[in-house]
């Protein structure tokens, strides 16, 4: 069944792509935000006297002018800490609302029916760009018995706020004043980096874009920042035939899957595999003592048969072989995923396997 499904992967003519999916502008990128909060309003489900806990509605008080006693420590049985994350959109405008995850730091069960108290959302630079506040929904749920029985559905300390967050801060991009732009490849290939160049020349005109290295096209951009992204905008929906992928063959090694693409060629090899059967198989015979005999017991006496077969099968691959005639000259053998894997290794070292061969 395996075989099939990777004869199922068989090579098909490369087609044209949109430049947009093939990579994105640089700067034009999602950043990360994290911070850290109070999640209030649980029913006896949170930190209890985690420090974190009791700190953080401290916080909370104080930032009220309510200054609790120093010696008193506020129960938190309904309050949580917890990690606040969330992902800035490239563009992202002040006033733009951005969903937000909120996870449990400390021994929270749950936090359904919570509601986050406003937190900051700071980026790597340390700046705060965005505000998280609201109630939470969790799809987990928790259930503890008297008896210390305990039933747990998914994660319950983890929840999301829809548009949780309002965006405070915009990101720099820089785009709007550099000399020109930057479009970076999602996989470095120096072909496709040629062809997306050479395909952006030919709509803008010579001299436009060209390939700093097997990822990087570098275009020469307007100064006005609107036809900066008109040109964008065309460039982003520009058609391109990306290179074929290069020969690879995947192994997992844990399960048995094979994945070959259909650049995958081999030279002219011979594979035998053999399947080695033992059948072992058990033939008692009952002994009856003789007529009248006092002394003599019915015994049973032992009759085991061992077989063993091991044909050897073998089958050859021809020179510049494709994707399709190496499963069918596999399938001919008769082998197992676990086979498999130790033919194309073998081949692989033979020099046969003209391909890469990554085991995960």
Do not use: C, W
Not at 30 to 53: F, R, S
Not at 97 to 121: E, F, H, K
Request: aromatic share 4%; proline share 5%.
């Amino acid at each position: 069944m395996l075989l099939v499904l990777v004869f199922g992967l068989a090579a098909s003519p490369a087609q044209a792509e949109r430049v947009k999916d093939l990579g994105t502008f640089q700067g034009l990128r999602v950043n990360q935000l994290t911070g850290y909060g109070i999640v209030v309003g649980l029913a006896g489900t949170g930190d209890d006297n985690l420090e974190y806990a009791t700190l953080g509605v401290r916080g909370v008080a104080n930032r009220f002018g309510l200054a609790l006693p120093p010696g008193l420590n506020p129960a938190t049985r309904n309050a949580a800490a917890v990690m606040v994350t969330a992902e800035l959109p490239a563009f992202a405008k002040p006033g733009q609302r951005i969903d937000v995850t909120v996870s449990a730091l400390g021994q929270a069960r749950s936090l359904r029916g919570g509601t986050l108290v406003l937190a900051p959302l700071i980026g790597a630079d340390g700046q705060i760009y965005a505000m998280a506040q609201g109630n939470l929904a969790v799809g987990g749920l928790g259930v503890e018995g008297i008896d210390g029985s305990t039933t747990t559905v998914n994660i319950p300390s983890v929840g999301r706020i829809a548009g949780g967050a309002t965006v405070e801060r915009a990101v720099v991009t820089g785009f709007e004043n550099s000399p020109y732009l930057s479009f970076n490849l999602d996989q470095a290939d120096l072909t496709t980096a040629m062809r997306v160049a050479d395909a952006i020349n030919a709509e803008f005109g010579d001299g436009m874009a060209m390939a700093d290295d097997g990822v990087s096209i570098r275009i020469a951009a307007p100064a006005s920042p609107q036809q900066r992204v008109m040109m964008m905008s065309a460039i982003e929906n520009i058609a391109v035939t990306p290179a074929e992928a290069a020969a690879r063959v995947i192994v997992n090694a844990r399960t048995g899957t094979v994945v070959i693409n259909g650049a995958v060629r081999i030279s002219p090899a011979a594979v035998s595999h053999g399947t080695l059967t033992v059948r072992v198989e058990e033939d008692p015979l009952v002994v009856q003592p003789e007529p009248f005999s006092r002394r003599a017991e019915t015994a049973i006496e032992e009759d085991s048969t061992i077989e063993i077969d091991n044909p050897p099968v073998g089958a050859s691959i021809a020179r510049g072989a494709s994707l399709s005639e190496i499963v069918e000259s596999i399938n001919a053998l008769g082998a197992a995923p676990s086979d498999l894997v130790a033919i194309l290794e073998a081949l692989k070292q033979a020099g046969a396997l003209t391909a890469e061969l990554v085991i995960i």
